[in-house]
């Protein structure tokens, strides 16, 4: 089952914050081994964005809507076990570092990310290195077993 969670954090748009929340966003991918995805992303004023993996798993991001900052979750279509340990640490993080600015929505108060940006030559470059490698991989493996 998929989930999608948000944490909000009020009056955060200052170059600082979002310094702050690429900090706690950096340090948990590198914990977890995220791969690094920012660069595929098209949604507007993102701070960063990991996946589990490339093209698999669950997703953890940043971006500035106004003067809000939002951490988003995204279990991905079945959540790993790793998914409810990272997102508590950054939660507990971000709480943390911004205290009575941080806000946990109710899924009714979530604020939708709108991929409105085309798609960067940085972003296709990235997912044809990755998304094909792994196919042509995939394909191989199965070769191998037949």
């Known amino acids: 089952m998929r989930t999608r969670t948000q944490i909000h954090i009020q009056d955060a748009s200052s170059a600082e914050d979002r310094a702050r929340i690429e900090?706690?966003?950096?340090?948990?991918a590198g914990k977890f081994g995220m791969a690094d995805t920012t660069v595929t992303s098209r949604v507007p004023d993102t701070i960063r964005c990991y996946a589990e993996r490339v093209g698999f798993g669950f997703a953890i991001g940043g971006r500035v809507v106004g003067e809000l900052a939002i951490?988003?979750?995204?279990?991905?279509?079945?959540?790993?076990?790793v998914f409810p340990t990272i997102e508590a640490e950054i939660t507990s993080e971000v709480q943390r570092t911004f205290g009575e600015r941080v806000h946990i929505p109710t899924e009714s108060e979530y604020i939708p990310a709108q991929s409105t940006l085309p798609e960067s030559d940085e972003a296709r470059e990235f997912n044809r290195k990755h998304l094909w490698m792994r196919?042509?991989?995939?394909?191989?493996?199965?070769?191998?077993?037949?």
């Not at 900090?23 to 948990?28: C, E, K, R």
């Not at 951490?71 to 076990?81: N, P, Q």
């Not at 196919?135 to 037949?146: I, L, Q, S, W």
Request: charged share 35%.
């Open 23 to 28: 900090q706690i966003l950096v340090a948990a």
């Open 71 to 81: 951490v988003d979750f995204y279990s991905g279509k079945e959540a790993t076990s």
């Open 135 to 146: 196919r042509d991989n995939e394909a191989n493996a199965k070769k191998r077993k037949v």
